[in-house]
């Protein structure tokens, strides 16, 4: 496969409002980024993925845009972001930004003048229609991705509109091909100003069926068979590349719900046909959920492995894997995969390592580096996600009760990765010098902080930086081909990377238990060498060793 630039990058994610504030007024912002760009640099990322940094009321903090082509006040100027990006290209690193156009807030222009009147040239940019029951039902059953209906009434119009996420984020109509064009003049208007590339936010939804139909009964995200990979879906994004994104040297990575290997090579193959460089699939988190992080099950590490597995060799030689396990809609993952109590730092360590060993472009979600973790709010009052707060109101619908679903979103709420950064051991963590951050900081802060990892070198970061270092400096890591062993385990995971001769042997152990571990047979451990582990003597003899809690090792051969 060809070597795009984008298969060597390794991507930090920014969620700008909790990642730095300069300004005193308690919301993070372009300054703060500025201030950080040398710190990222130093850990080894070389791009950055921007969470939506556009004007947007915020009922789901920036995905609800207002407009697309330009920066919220709340984070600076666009001069100030021309300058953040030639900051950022003159230290090498590549800049791309979140592209929401699944829907609009709606305070967006078009939206407020399509509910003028049905026959406002905008009207067609959203899916209006007329009710049933004489207009006072909804047109279908479908229901929203965030718990509650999927349709909002307008008096005015005496119409309903279509929202598959909340009710201030309106579907656009991408059957309208005036609204393909909207699209293309916002991707041109950034890759012109000289972005790398685009997150695309659930990209794979923008193509509805024709004609709306019923969708299979289901509280949550009802109707999704008809959306979530629609009947035009590969001609429009095929558009947008023929159009727009092959005219610039650029990537594109699709977040994509429900996605399987076998449907991405759809999208993702090398070749011709190729709409999109990569997908964020969901297979991998669900190890301790199913469908959303609310349906909570015990971790079963096998689920997690055969997930990263099937990408892994399914993938091989035809696509290219997105790997992360952190972003701003789960929790944090030490506190769901690994133990955030006992075995935070051994944990955090062996997770970095069970992923960072993958083939594919490396995603790490601010303070994923650092260790943060869950911060577990008691009180429903204390959250600011609007799918916590519906969820909740749908599960006390239903009977649950509240201490039931306050342990539900304690686990689960995306509001776990959305707490400030924490810098240092100071005055709200170094995140603000404001009296109040816009949020609450996890109160682990004096311990868990930028400023003591970064001194400490036996801290997750110190360890996240050696890694990437190791993976920068061996394509092994990258482009090496993949081989899992002893599938069967619930503890270990165990895999193999091979390119060119040189052979990476990874082993992750997902549990604080003592597992003998046996290196299957052609593998020497003693002939190889030693390049990372999360013990400072790790033992080893006749080729077997106990592991200690969480312990993990890479091993290169060749
Ligand atoms: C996925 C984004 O990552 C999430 O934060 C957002 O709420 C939905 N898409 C809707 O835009």
Known sequence: MPNAFYKDLIVYQIWPRSFCDSNGD??????????KLDYIKDLGANAIWFSPLYPSPNHDYGYDIADYMDISPDYGTLEEFKTLLNEAHSRGMKIIMDLVINHTSNEHKWFLESKKSKDNPYHDYYFWRDGKKGGKKPPNNWKSTFAGPGWSYDENLNQWYLHLFADEQPDLNMDNPKVREEVKKIMRFWLDMGVDGFREDVITFISKKEGLPNGFPIPVACGIEHYKKGPHLHEYLMEFKNDVLSQYDCFTVGEAPMMTPKLALEFISEGKNQT?????????MQADCMITDFIQRPFKLKKYKSAMSSWQTELYGKGWNALYLENHDHPRIISRYGNDEKYRVESGKMLAVSYLCLGGTP???????????SIKLPEI???????TKNVYKMARSFGLSHERVMSLAKRASRDNARTPVQWDDGKNAGFTSAEKPWF?????YEQVNVANDRENPDSIWSFYKKLISLRKANPVFTYG??????KDSDDLYVYERCLDGKKLFVICSFTEKQVIFEAPEGIELNSGELLISNYKYPALSNNRFKTKPYEARVYLFG
């Open 363 to 373: 995603f790490i979600y601010q303070g994923q580096e650092i260790g943060m973790t």
């Open 26 to 35: 308690g919301i993070g912002d372009l300054g703060g980024i500025i201030s």
């Open 381 to 387: 009052e204390m959250y600011e996600d609007v799918s």
């Open 276 to 284: 999109l460089d990569m997908m964020f699939h969901f297979q991998h």
């Open 481 to 486: 081909n993949y081989k899992e062993y002893m």
């Open 440 to 444: 609450h900081i996890n109160p682990n």
